[in-house]
């Protein structure tokens, strides 16, 4: 009789099936989340966009607010921050902050350059500079 057995037995099947059984709830639930996970994160777009406009706000002056829409010089040309269709752009350009926004519109309050938008039902007001 040879030293070395051919071919396998139950038992290496059996413990095969046993690791198959533990490892496929595993990966399924896996797949699940990243099927499930949203990779776009609205909270953190808005914050990024409001860095950005704050610091493009740094460099205006003049800055008055009509029916909603931020009027100011900008390194010496006449801008609008506006918002229109879903979204807060400067003109002239086409340099845009927020997206997908139901409405959106600028205010002045104790010195204060508030940005209030809604998306989603959820209304947020944020400080954008100071008069």
Not at 15 to 20: N, S
Not at 65 to 73: H, K, R, S, T
Not at 77 to 83: D, F, G, R, Y
Request: aromatic share 12%; charged share 25%.
């Amino acid at each position: 009789m040879s030293k070395y057995k051919r071919g396998s037995t139950s038992i290496e099947y059996l413990i095969g099936l046993i690791i198959v059984a533990v490892l496929v709830p595993i990966v399924y639930t896996s797949l699940r989340l990243l099927i499930d996970h949203n990779y776009f994160n609205d909270d953190a777009q808005d914050e990024i966009a409001l860095y950005q406009l704050r610091k493009a706000m740094l460099f205006m002056e003049n800055i008055n607010v009509e029916d909603g829409i931020l009027y100011a010089n900008y390194r010496g040309e006449q801008i609008e921050l506006i918002t229109s269709n879903h979204h807060l752009y400067m003109t002239p350009g086409t340099l845009i902050y927020f997206t997908d926004l139901d409405e959106g519109y600028f205010v002045i309050e104790n010195g204060k350059v508030y940005y209030e938008y809604k998306r989603e039902d959820v209304v947020r007001k944020r400080v954008v500079a100071h008069e």
